[in-house]
């Protein structure tokens, strides 16, 4: 069989087709799945809250993340294979944008061979750039991973926040934010270039459209510094500045971090915020991370005299760092106790333990809080974990 007889000859046809750059995916997915010499193929999405995997198509039926195959593929991001209802069988693969879990790729042959199962890869690769690609203008996406009207503080906050989870072969940030539609002024942000790690996590004044508000700016400020090079001090000035300047009246607590990730220093400034938290080892080091708090974002002038202090400690192989806003802390459990600081601990250190990855740790964790409420959450609330792990020397 030549090349151009092959699957990947088709496939690299279908790709030089310039006709084909403006399909929307299922139709991409279906031809791709053809040229693969594939039967049938089908793309799901995780909903808002990663609870439905939700397909891109009128035919088939969303699937629970926590109780299906498919569910199970997305969780820990691996293959899984079953025999198809309608005959033949079918393969479940993770959709994956670098570190982010995207959904799954339902794939349906009569048979699964090694050479269908490594095109099946290549169309889960392939798709999942597309996804990505067309996701910030693709309306569709949006409308099928929503379960709930969005209000417009929460609607104007997630245009502003990065992906959920974001990451090399040495290191991980991924978060969780809710209530999802109902955000007031809680959000997160990360980013890697090629020396370091920047994370924050930020908690306007307030639960309205000037919270959210608020904290758009402080986002863009942050972004915008370090887009030119800034270190710390100079990022967390230029957020102080631009709230006093454009917001006078409005402030944010945060905690705002860079992590080297060669060595793993990790240095923070922390602005009126809870303390990271910091596991190492499936334990919880208490206080490892408490230092006196600054004044928050766009009040420094007015209470404090001193510049903004910045911290440092060494992380160790596979420590994991807590950002949370007290959104989780003070939430309720099933008894009407607070969840508190020791059962969101023991609840990650467990995770650790059980080798769960990093997203899916927060994943449960978020849906264990929200499930326990009586009614919505009484605040944001927003956990950012980083994992980190050096470099092979």
Not at 186 to 204: G, K
């Amino acid at each position: 069989m030549t090349t151009a007889d092959s699957g990947e000859g088709r496939l690299e046809e279908f790709l030089a087709d310039p006709d084909n750059a403006a399909v929307e995916l299922s139709t991409a997915a279906a031809r791709c799945s053809k040229a693969l010499g594939l039967q049938h193929s089908v793309v799901y999405l995780a909903d808002l809250q990663q609870r439905q995997l939700i397909p891109l198509t009128d035919v088939a039926s969303s699937l629970p993340v926590d109780d299906s195959l498919a569910g199970w593929s997305y969780r820990t991001q691996s293959l899984q294979v079953e025999q198809s209802e309608t005959g033949g069988m079918t393969a479940w693969l993770p959709l994956l944008d670098g570190a982010e879990r995207l959904g799954v790729l339902a794939v349906h042959c009569p048979v699964l061979s090694p050479v269908s199962l490594r095109r099946s890869r290549a169309l889960a690769t392939l798709l999942a750039m597309m996804i990505t690609s067309k996701r910030a203008y693709t309306e569709s996406f949006v409308r099928r991973t929503r379960t709930a009207p969005m209000q417009l503080p929460a609607e104007m906050l997630r245009a502003f926040l990065p992906p959920r989870t974001i990451g090399t072969a040495h290191v991980v940030s991924t978060a969780v934010l809710e209530p999802a539609y109902e955000l007031g002024g809680d959000a997160f942000d990360h980013a890697l270039t090629e020396t370091t790690l920047h994370a924050a996590v930020l908690d306007a004044m307030g639960h309205n459209l000037a919270s959210g508000l608020t904290t758009a700016v402080a986002l863009a400020a942050c972004r915008n510094a370090r887009r030119t090079g800034a270190d710390l001090p100079e990022l967390t000035q230029s957020v102080d500045d631009t709230l006093t300047q454009w917001l006078p009246d409005q402030f944010c607590t945060g905690v705002l971090a860079q992590l080297d990730l060669a060595s793993g220093m990790l240095r923070w400034t922390n602005c009126g915020h809870p303390a990271p938290l910091l596991i190492r080892d499936q334990r919880l080091l208490v206080d490892a991370m408490e230092r006196e708090a600054d004044p928050p974002l766009g009040l420094p002038a007015m209470l404090a005299a001193r510049s903004r202090q910045e911290h440092e400690i060494a992380l160790q192989p596979g420590d994991r760092v807590l950002l949370y806003t007290d959104g989780v802390t003070e939430a309720r459990t099933r008894d009407g106790d607070l969840f508190g600081l020791e059962r969101f601990a023991d609840y990650v250190i467990r995770a650790t333990a059980a080798g769960e990855l990093a997203p899916e740790t927060l994943r449960k964790l978020i849906h264990s809080i929200l499930d326990a409420q009586p009614g919505r959450l009484r605040d944001d609330a927003t956990i950012v974990l980083v994992e980190w792990w050096p470099p092979a020397r």
